[in-house]
């Protein structure tokens, strides 16, 4: 039996629950949660509203499109900060590898855990933020509706961040947006086309299929769509068949927020098709799978970009122009995919290359003309093309913890995000470090950390060499390294060589000098290095005896029948391979060994204000032939009063560890501190597995503090990149 109640109507005045935060974060995909997290996190009362049941947007298990960014192409690029916390947390509790098909609850978990925990937010699920009320160019209030409680809510704050992706409450706002693509000429951008239009990118719906051991019938319902032959699924590889295709994407000519629905069902008569094609149309290997999980919410790619005091355009990302403001960095490819999806005859993805990692200045994510409003996310403030690499993920989510950290200053200083670019961006960059993201080319300047003026002595150091082969690549062409120098000076090096010519071969090296590890040709070449290299296994010594200047330096080994060079699997930070190929993604390491030996991983880069490989590996490693513990000190010339002290330890930016804890981390550590001569216990870790520790202490007097490694997840090696003394 079922009582009929009269629907109750919302209406403003007497039915919204009023409620006041410093700050309120709309959307709580990857971006709203790192901004609401990094917010609250300095003290600021943060609601964060997300109009669905779990967090993470297209991330989330509803979704399930992997977290990308910098990494992909470029090394030791993975973003740091919050998203990296909770990568490593899900990955260390994870039973299932981060790729798309296998996202699950658990990630959901993390992410919501994580916001739960923190004190200062108010976490509103189910919750639609639908409007602004706004008023002179600034929000006053949102009001939001939640779903199951028949709630609203009137959430008024200070500030608020729309890192929603379509940005209704900064469209409700008034917020000077566009949609669609601009015109070739209005930016200069090749890639544009020739005219302006409304047309975007597409939104998918993605699926898991599972194999069942047993042979699967399918039969294609008539409303799905049908592809009779591979022609009909052109440029659309459909071999891997476990997870979705994100090519299943439409919406692009329609308006892709307000035919939601619309696409959403069509995109259902794609899967399906698609579905059908593989089980039914030829032999994909598809006769034992079967769908498992079927998308219903589309992810979205593209809709409305909000306008801010700069548009980041192709050139700034091509060009990879530094900004004052830098506040976050990309690395993704420009990814354009054609507005038609799989309507289209065309590829799919229009990728281009990039050079490199390039800055996003903090203009870029707050309103031309709403004064309290910032964004992250897919919306913010870039050209049509430029989106094609700045809506990763991750890279959203750096802009995210920008952005929440940039609301902190708003309120210490009682300014807007415009007033704070301009008067406080040294010390929001310095923010942004200090909570471990990484700005590029920028420093720590932190005036406040203690450790900048401490003399850092380590147990031990490793020697840059290579000695363990695990294979061998053959001389077919140029091979090469490149590495630091950390003595100015190389009299010789020796490379481990195989050659099979009976009466043995010359082999000749070019040595030159390089600015980083990612620099393909020598930035200038010193001298060319000529050494036999008799039949059999051997290490070879190249004379060179050159001087540096720079702290890189690059070998070429010439093609050269029967030859091969032994490599190693193992990568060392900050040491580049180059071959055949994108040599950016090749991994490993050939044996060399140089005279005198090269110490680029010295106790000092602790201090040296930049926590990961940037033109110097940046970090300490202790040498793996001594027993841990391994220890780093740090001392002062006085006694300092210590309150907190910050450890960034390594957990591989270079590749996500698949599941659990990092090898490289250090799992175990103490700390102690000397005071009067004696030195005293502080604490003890047992099973961190995290980059990015933060002690807070009752404060202690000291003139030295010491880390003790006492254990890893694996690596024979201590490894930390930063310490920073409060
Ligand atoms: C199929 C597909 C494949 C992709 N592949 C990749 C990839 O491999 N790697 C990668 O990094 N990126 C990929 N992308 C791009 C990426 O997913 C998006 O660009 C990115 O998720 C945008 O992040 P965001 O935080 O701005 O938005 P979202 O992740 O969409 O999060 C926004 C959140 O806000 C909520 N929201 C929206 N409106 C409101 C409202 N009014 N009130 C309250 N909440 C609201 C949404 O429900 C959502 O939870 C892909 C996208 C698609 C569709």
């Known amino acids: ?267 259902l008569a794609c899967l399906f098709g698609v579905w059908d094609h593989v089980k039914n149309k030829g032999d994909h290997g598809a006769e034992r799978l079967a769908l498992d999980w079927i998308g219903s919410v589309p992810g979205k790619r593209e809709s409305r970009r909000f306008m801010g005091d700069h548009i980041l355009t192709q050139d700034d990302i091509e060009l990879r122009r530094g900004f004052p403001d830098v506040v976050a960095y990309g690395g993704w490819p420009i990814d354009l995919h054609p507005p038609d999806g799989i309507g289209g005859k065309q590829i799919p993805a229009d990728i281009h290359a990039i050079p490199g990692i390039y800055q996003i200045p903090f203009r870029c994510l707050f309103s031309r003309n709403v004064e309290n409003l910032m964004m992250a996310g897919r919306n913010i403030s870039v050209t049509h093309v430029a989106l094609g690499s700045t809506r990763l993920i991750a890279t959203g989510a750096v802009e995210g913890q920008a952005v929440g950290a940039a609301a902190y200053l708003c309120r210490k200083y009682g300014k807007t995000p415009k007033e704070v670019c301009q008067d406080h961006i040294e010390e929001l960059q310095q923010l942004i470090l200090r909570d471990d993201c990484y700005l590029p080319n920028t420093r720590n300047r932190d005036p406040g950390d203690l450790a900048r003026q401490a003399k850092v002595t380590s147990s031990s150091d490793m020697v840059l060499e290579e000695t363990t082969p695990d294979s061998y690549v053959a001389l077919d062409s140029e091979l090469g390294l490149n590495f630091p120098v950390s003595t100015g000076y190389l009299e010789s090096i020796d490379l481990h060589l195989r050659c099979s010519s009976p009466s043995g071969v010359e082999a000749s090296l070019t040595l030159g000098t390089a600015n980083n590890w990612d620099d393909k040709e020598p930035t200038e070449e010193l001298l060319t290095s000529r050494a036999f290299v008799p039949r059999g296994d051997s290490w070879v010594t190249f004379d060179t005896d050159a001087r540096f200047e720079t702290d890189y330096c690059s070998i070429r080994l010439d093609p050269g029948p029967d030859i091969e060079w032994a490599m190693s699997a193992r990568n060392l930070i900050g040491v580049q391979r180059t071959g055949p190929g994108d040599f950016k993604k090749l991994r490993g390491t050939y044996l060399f060994k140089t005279v005198p030996e090269s110490r680029p991983y010295g106790g000092e880069n602790v201090i040296n204000g930049v926590a990961r490989p940037e033109g110097w590996p940046n970090i300490w490693i202790s040498d793996p032939r001594q027993q841990f513990p391994q220890s780093l000190q740090l001392s002062f010339q006085e006694d300092r009063r210590i309150r907190q002290i910050r450890l960034t330890f390594d957990t591989d930016i270079d590749r996500l560890v698949d599941i659990g804890p990092v090898p490289q981390c250090v799992r175990t550590y103490s700390l102690s501190y000397r005071t009067g001569g004696e030195w005293l216990d502080l604490l003890r870790v047992d099973e961190n597995h995290h980059r990015l520790v933060v002690h807070d202490l009752d404060p202690v007097s000291a003139d030295s503090v010491r880390v003790n490694v006492l254990e890893t997840w694996g690596s024979p090696r201590a490894s930390i990149y930063e310490v920073r003394i409060y």
């Not at 699926?207 to 069942?212: G, H, L, N, P, S």
Request: net charge negative; hydrophobic share 35%; glycine share 10%.
């Open 1 to 267: 039996m079922s009582i009929g109640i009269p629907l109750r109507l919302m209406s403003e005045g007497d039915e919204f629950e009023e409620k006041r935060y410093d700050l309120t974060v709309i959307g709580g995909g990857l971006s709203g949660v790192c901004a609401a997290i990094s917010a609250a996190r300095h003290g600021l009362k943060v609601s964060l509203v997300n109009d669905r049941p779990v967090l993470g947007g297209n991330s989330s298990s509803e979704i399930r499109v992997s977290v990308g960014g910098a990494d992909h192409d470029f090394r030791w690029a993975r973003e740091s900060g919050i998203v990296e916390e909770l990568r490593i947390e899900d990955r260390y509790r994870n039973h299932e590898s981060a790729s798309n098909a296998k996202i699950n609850s658990r990630w959901d978990m993390v992410l919501w855990e994580y916001v739960k925990r923190e004190d200062g937010i108010d976490l509103y699920l189910n919750t639609t933020a639908r409007e602004a009320v706004a008023k002179d160019g600034r929000i006053e209030s949102v009001l939001a509706y939640q779903l199951g409680n028949e709630r609203a809510y009137r959430i008024a704050s200070d500030l608020y961040i729309d890192a929603s992706g379509d940005g209704q409450v900064a469209f409700s706002a008034g917020a000077e947006y566009r949609m669609g693509r601009e015109s070739r000429d209005e930016f200069g951008e090749s890639l544009a086309p020739e005219r302006s239009d409304k047309k975007t990118m597409g939104s998918s719906l993605m699926f898991r299929a599972v194999d069942t051991g047993r042979p699967v019938r399918f039969e294609r319902p008539d409303w799905a769509r049908e592809y009779r032959t591979d022609q009909d699924l052109p440029f659309r590889s459909h071999r891997r068949l476990d997870a979705g295709h994100w090519w299943i994407e439409l919406g692009g000519t329609s308006d892709v927020i307000h035919d939601n629905e619309e696409i959403r069902d069509e995109l």
